[in-house]
């Protein structure tokens, strides 16, 4: 009896660890994390003096990270079906967790926004509140817009900037052109990540330039938004926004450098497997540039 007892146990715990598991993958970590640290990098990219303030930079960061995988939550909640098809090893399509205990994270992640925001100001507050309502509405009804759902998508990557520079209660000209280069390689990677969904965004009508126009067609499209943020990334060198001149040139030369190969790559081959990898390391090289941006600019 009291093996079984402890078998018992041991299953309801295992079962447990899974849902928790579950909702931490549903927060997609990576992405999340990325936004918070987009935050920090809008808070040094705006007063630079303002680093030492470091626990209003880690309420930025937990507003920032909480925020996302809210919207994460909720957007693997909205495209449960399309996932069926696109992506059935996600959380809830793989039955890791249901569509009900998705609400629950989404609902715990976005209280853990909001608190955060909350400790920084009210602003600050009003700030998360509305990235919250304006991605639960893409998520809901702006897909189907395409290309002008990839820009809605890319603009809230950007807002962590903006709202970094809130946090320390400055927003300059150089907030406004690093947002500007993550504005352009995130619509690069939205329209690319759209090539690997085309078939599950016909069936559910949602109409991306990969459907509209053929993935060869999405794929050149991307590389060029990519290309545009290269440019972009060399006006803060030439403007001398960065204070380690010499540590942003070496860094985010090569990271320039990984995404016009990307582009190349992406321009000449537009298949759902090639996609899939390159997707996965464009998250990377826009990681490896916001610690580069932070490190040159602190």
């Not at 069926?84 to 959380?91: E, I, L, M, Q, T």
């Not at 400055?170 to 995130?186: D, N």
């Amino acid at each position: 009896m009291v093996l079984a007892k402890d078998n018992g146990s041991l299953l309801v715990d295992a079962i447990m660890l899974d849902k928790v598991v579950a909702c931490l993958k549903l927060s997609r970590p990576l992405n999340s994390m990325m936004i918070g640290l987009a935050v920090i990098v809008g808070a040094v990219i705006a007063s630079s003096d303002q680093i030492s303030n470091y626990d209003r930079l880690l309420a930025g960061f937990l507003a920032g990270s909480f925020t996302s995988a809210a919207i994460m939550a909720h957007n693997d909640i909205v495209d449960v079906d399309i996932d069926r098809v696109n992506a059935p090893w996600r959380p809830i399509p793989s039955g890791k967790i249901s569509v009900s205990g998705a609400k629950w994270c989404l609902l715990l992640y976005s209280i853990g926004g909001i608190a955060s925001s909350l400790y920084t100001g009210l602003l600050t507050l009003l700030m998360v509140v509305f990235a919250l309502l304006f991605s639960i509405a893409y998520n809901s009804y702006g897909k189907k817009l395409g290309v002008l759902g990839n820009i809605q998508v890319s603009l809230m990557v950007m807002y962590p900037i903006l709202y970094g520079g809130v946090v320390v209660g400055s927003v300059e000209a150089s907030t406004i052109i690093i947002s500007l280069m993550i504005f352009f390689s995130v619509l690069g990677r939205e329209i690319a990540k759209d090539i690997a969904d085309v078939e599950g965004d016909k069936l559910a009508g949602v109409k991306t330039i990969a459907v509209s126009k053929g993935p060869v067609f999405a794929s050149r499209i991307a590389a060029l938004m990519y290309l545009i943020a290269v440019s972009i990334s060399i006006a803060p060198l030439v403007l001398g926004i960065v204070e380690n001149k010499l540590l942003y040139a070496v860094v985010i030369g090569a990271i320039d450098v990984g995404f016009v190969y990307e582009s190349l790559i992406l321009a000449k081959q537009a298949d759902r497997d090639l996609v899939l990898k390159h997707k996965n390391r464009v998250l990377l090289l826009m990681l490896a540039g916001l610690i580069a941006l932070y490190l040159s600019l602190a």
